[in-house]
């Protein structure tokens, strides 16, 4: 009996087919099935996040050629919290393998600040920027303190906290997204939920955790706003054309 394209895909990335057997033959809601498929879902959607969440936005500036709407503060705590891993890497002499797909996520949103910087007409402020930035990383890399770093590692949620909240205020009082990529913020969504679901499962600090709560309701926040001023986004192109 050829087997089907559905359980063919689901036992070969989701799921053992014991577990295919008891949820989707059985209709039997088995806890640890579940569980364990929730996992392997959200670890999707965490990779998705970390390599696909960037590109859209980047692309979707340069293709517009306008980065209208997006806050420049809330761009630099984002850089600040994807930098933050990666100073704690190199510090601690971690692998290359165990964080080098950062420097890529980390390249293409020193590029995003560039570029709002750049369309707003500070071109020459941007490329400064972006020279400091590169300066203050190999420091940090190479001769800070350990409690620095530390500091630091711990601080990154936070910042990316306050980024979403800013860019969630900003398009709250523009009353549109602007250039702000949907599919971008649909794979943040996807992360943090899946960074939350990760953290229950966890004994750790329930502080940790009601701050990766309060990262996924921003995302929520944030995807809601794409989706209920898309017709006032779209009214403001009009116009800016």
Not at 42 to 71: E, Y
Request: aromatic letters at 12%; one cysteine or more; hydrophobic letters at 50%.
């Amino acid at each position: 009996m050829a087997t089907s394209p559905v359980k063919e895909f689901l036992v070969s990335y989701l799921m053992p087919e014991k577990c295919y057997e008891e949820i989707f033959v059985k209709f039997h809601m088995h806890v640890p099935c579940l569980k364990f498929l929730l996992n392997k879902t959200f670890g999707f959607w965490i990779l998705l996040d970390t390599f696909l969440a960037q590109p859209p936005q980047l692309l979707k500036i340069l293709w517009r050629r306008s980065a209208a709407g997006l806050n420049l503060t809330s761009a630099l705590l984002q850089l600040y919290a994807l930098s933050c891993p990666v100073v704690y890497a190199v510090a601690n002499n971690f692998p290359l393998f165990a964080w080098g797909e950062r420097l890529f996520t980390l390249a293409q949103t020193a590029a995003i600040v560039f570029l709002i910087l750049h369309y707003r007409g500070d071109t020459l402020t941007g490329l400064l920027v972006l020279m400091a930035y590169s300066g203050v990383m190999f420091l940090l890399g190479s001769y800070a303190a350990v409690a620095v770093v530390s500091w630091m590692q711990a601080s990154s949620l936070t910042a990316l906290i306050a980024s979403k909240g800013l860019q969630a205020g900003t398009n709250y009082c523009n009353g549109h997204t602007g250039q702000l990529s949907t599919l971008s913020v649909l794979l943040s969504w996807g992360g943090s939920l899946g960074v939350l679901f990760v953290s229950l499962q966890e004994t750790g600090s329930s502080f940790a955790t009601l701050s990766h709560i309060l990262s996924a309701c921003l995302s929520c926040v944030l995807l809601v706003q794409v989706l209920c001023y898309r017709s006032s986004t779209a009214t403001t192109k009009k116009k800016s054309e």
